[in-house]
T-cell receptor, first 114, second 115 residues
Framework: NAGVMQNPRHLVRRRGQEARLRCSPV?????VYWYRQLPEEGLKFMVY????????ESGMPKERFSAEFPKEGPSILRIQQVVRGDSAAYFC????????????FGPGTRLLVL | AQKVTQAQTEISVVEKEDVTLDCVYE???????LFWYKQPPSGELVFLIR??????QNEISGRYSWNFQKSTSSFNFTITASQVVDSAVYFC????????????FGSGTKLNVKP
């Protein structure tokens, strides 16, 4: 996974609480992607960010979900008022940029909503 | 639109058997990239291979081999002499050859290798 860090690795929340997932990309990478993996399914694209900008959020639910990648610090995926259907593994991928480069995936955060 | 289909939901084999995991993709792009990832029970994604659309040469890496055929839009993965440690979910993925680099994943094939 080439140095992409995600924390926490496991997160338990009760319905209605907020979940904050953090992703620290590979040093020098300024692009971050978030993917969601529902149980027994493949990964689905959620959002693509470059430093301080959201480039593509076509895969992110319009309500309760938000993402940011500030100039300093990790990228944050925030889920407000979580529901049981939000239980999933959330993967972050880091990318340097350029068509010849590829993404490096983090270990994922497993969110369980009780 | 981009789409990746892994029709085999689950495969069970006995150790030392060969097994092929199928992957069929759809894209109108002329430049694209294909990937295989392994997801063991621990949950992380392990990168196996990346292939660009202009390179149709088959690749072999130890017990793993990949067969890329543009004529059938397929990128199949074969494990020779399977081992119990190969048990995992395997994902095929496609990315467009543009700056957005968004990945489109198949639904995965769960491989069970029994001793």
């Amino acid at each position: 996974n080439a140095g992409v860090m995600q924390n926490p690795r496991h997160l338990v929340r009760r319905r209605g609480q907020e979940a904050r997932l953090r992703c620290s990309p590979v040093k020098g990478h300024s692009h971050v992607y978030w993917y969601r993996q529902l149980p027994e399914e493949g990964l689905k694209f959620m959002v693509y960010l470059q430093k301080e900008n959201i480039i593509d959020e076509s895969g992110m639910p319009k309500e309760r979900f938000s993402a940011e990648f500030p100039k300093e610090g990790p990228s944050i995926l925030r889920i407000q008022q979580v529901v049981r259907g939000d239980s999933a593994a959330y993967f972050c991928a880091s990318f340097r940029g350029g068509v010849q480069e590829t993404q490096y995936f983090g270990p994922g955060t497993r969110l369980l909503v009780l | 639109a981009q789409k990746v289909t892994q029709a085999q939901t689950e495969i069970s084999v006995v150790e030392k058997e060969d097994v092929t995991l199928d992957c069929v993709y759809e894209t109108r792009d002329t430049t694209y990239y294909l990937f295989w990832y392994k997801q063991p029970p621990s949950g992380e994604l392990v990168f196996l291979i990346r292939r660009n659309s202009f390179d149709e040469q088959n690749e072999i890496s130890g017990r793993y081999s990949w067969n890329f055929q543009k004529s059938t839009s397929s990128f199949n993965f074969t494990i020779t002499a399977s081992q119990v440690v190969d048990s995992a979910v395997y994902f095929c993925a496609l990315s467009r050859g543009d700056n957005f680099n968004k990945f489109y994943f198949g639904s995965g094939t769960k491989l069970n290798v029994k001793p």
